[in-house]
């Protein structure tokens, strides 16, 4: 989720952009590392440098997988399945109404599958470009896993959806739901910002098969696919 910034943007960054970077993984290394860190609980978040990769605009994410984001993830679905949460988690049959998660036009700033040297070798959600301060809302009804500030992602909130997937709406400048509450498609969950490692304020939509990074799926075909039609 990264492209190459402008010399202004440098600063404050943890490398030199004229540096010489290794170069980027294939989908087989990928999938080894994957393996590696779910074997052992965790993974470094140096593992693989951040890279640069092209996008629509600056305004995007700059990290891919992240340690403090996917433990409190992890923690917090378990904490659900020991509330007995069962009844909100299960699957819905039919899956039911599903909605755009902003309401206002946007500029897609980075691509969901963009090549790069992420983790899991592209970008994993979408980067919607819109001011910070824009309402975003839950694209389909499911219980709020994780509400709060986490690591690269910045604020964001995961989403449980009815069918089994979950959602992460990240970089958000503030959230208005709490971890434990079930929401509605079309539910306010938060604002978009640029918390976390980004360029600039931005809504970064992922979604997921399964809870674990690198599950993700094309969110753009997911929401068509259930009659919401994002591009």
Known sequence: MRVVPAPSEVAGMDHHIDEARPAPPTRRDALRAAAGFL??????????PAAASHSDGTDVCTGGYDVEFETA???????????????????????????????????????YG????????????????????????????????????????????TVRLRDGHYAVFAHLSR???????????????????ATGRATG?????????RRGYGSDIDPVRYLARRGARLL
């Open 114 to 157: 963009v090549r790069g040297d992420w983790l899991a070798g592209h970008h994993t959600g979408i980067d919607l470009a819109v001011p910070t301060g824009t309402p975003v809302y839950a694209v389909a009804s499911g219980v709020v896993v994780l509400a709060r500030r986490s690591g690269s992602y910045g604020k964001a909130v």
């Open 201 to 209: 304020p931005h809504l970064h939509l992922e979604i997921r098969s």
């Open 73 to 111: 993830l992890a923690e917090a679905a378990a904490r659900l399945d020991a509330d007995d949460n069962r009844a909100a988690f299960a699957p819905e049959r039919p899956p039911g109404r599903y909605a755009l998660p902003l309401r206002r036009g946007f500029r897609v700033s980075a691509r």
């Open 39 to 48: 074997a052992v609980g965790a993974v470094p978040v140096t593992a693989f």
């Open 175 to 193: 959230i208005t739901v709490r971890q434990g509450a079930a929401v509605r498609a079309g539910a306010r969950i938060g604002s978009s910002g």
